[in-house]
């Protein structure tokens, strides 16, 4: 077993990926707050491969990422998300004439709530304070 998540490789095998996710669940008893916080003790690299995985879920990374569950009406929508479609960008909610869109980041290995116009990313926040950051910035910037 993984112990105390010693998976110190920066890539794992998707095979070893999979039996963590599936320790994690276990020891989490599916509560997607608890599965976070477990999350969040793995070195970055591994939980950052769980939460850009098929093994969890957009609404699981949010809450890994930002360490709260958003309201409903995002949960329920990233609830039925697969963490791959971080990697393209996940509208939540249309601010303004604008969208905020929940990503991950390859180059800067992070997550993020970006401001997208509809052709260009105008403005990314990430942070604990990241979706708070960019509704504003929306509100201010894309009236």
Do not use: H
């Not at 890994?64 to 509208?91: H, N």
């Amino acid at each position: 077993m993984y112990g105390k998540y010693s998976c110190q490789m920066p890539l794992m095998p998707e095979f070893e990926l999979s039996a963590l996710a599936d320790e994690l669940y276990e020891q989490s008893d599916d509560d997607d707050f608890r599965l976070a916080e477990l999350m969040r003790e793995l070195p970055k690299e591994t939980g950052d491969a769980l939460c850009t995985s098929n093994l969890t879920n957009a609404l699981q990374a949010f809450m890994y990422a930002f360490g709260y569950e958003p309201k409903i009406d995002i949960s329920d929508l990233l609830l039925l998300q697969p963490s791959t479609m971080l990697l393209r960008g996940i509208v939540i909610e249309k601010v303004e004439l604008a969208e905020l869109v929940f990503g991950y980041d390859r180059e800067k290995k992070l997550f993020l709530i970006g401001v997208f116009d509809g052709e260009k990313m105008l403005a990314a926040f990430s942070g604990d304070k990241a979706y708070e950051a960019a509704k504003k910035w929306a509100r201010e910037n894309c009236a």
